[in-house]
């Protein structure tokens, strides 16, 4: 049965700290939904209600674009270990761009990051994740962050200009606050 909560408990938060992995959703008027998975050391729970999350480079910016238009996201965190746990974070966001780079400070030196996400949580809902399977093992792929290194600090911004400026229903991403 899903319970619902009016913030993060410390339980809510040791079990986010657990996993590797989360998923954002996002959607705008007439626009296709958005659903993304996240990994690396790129989520904080600030607060009660507040989370961030730093976003990397990708092949598209859906979130950004949907939140421009609409700010409601869903954040969820789902266990693939022996504790059969879903967590869904629901609320509203904003986009901070690298002239509003405060809330860098909260994670890593992260080649590639592209924006941070910061959103107020109203609603926390845990279900069973019964059907859930489990997976062993897992691990940080590389490959985003070698990409992105080689790229350099040039390299990423032509990126962005060139591949991140639109969402594929044609919606700006604001992108252009970093080039």
Known sequence: MAKQFDAFSDDHRAFVAEQMIFFVATSAPGAHHNLSPKGMDSLRILGPNRLIWLNLTGSGNETAAHLAVDPRMTVMWCSFGPRPLIL?????????????WDLARHFPETPG?????????????TSCGFAVPTFEGGAERPVLRNWAEGQGA????TYWDTRNRQSIDGLSTGIEANL
């Open 154 to 157: 040039e390299g990423l911004r």
């Open 113 to 125: 990051a592209r924006q941070i996400y910061d959103m107020q949580v109203n609603l926390v809902q």
């Open 88 to 100: 869904r974070a629901y609320g509203v966001a904003r986009t901070a761009h690298r002239d509003d």
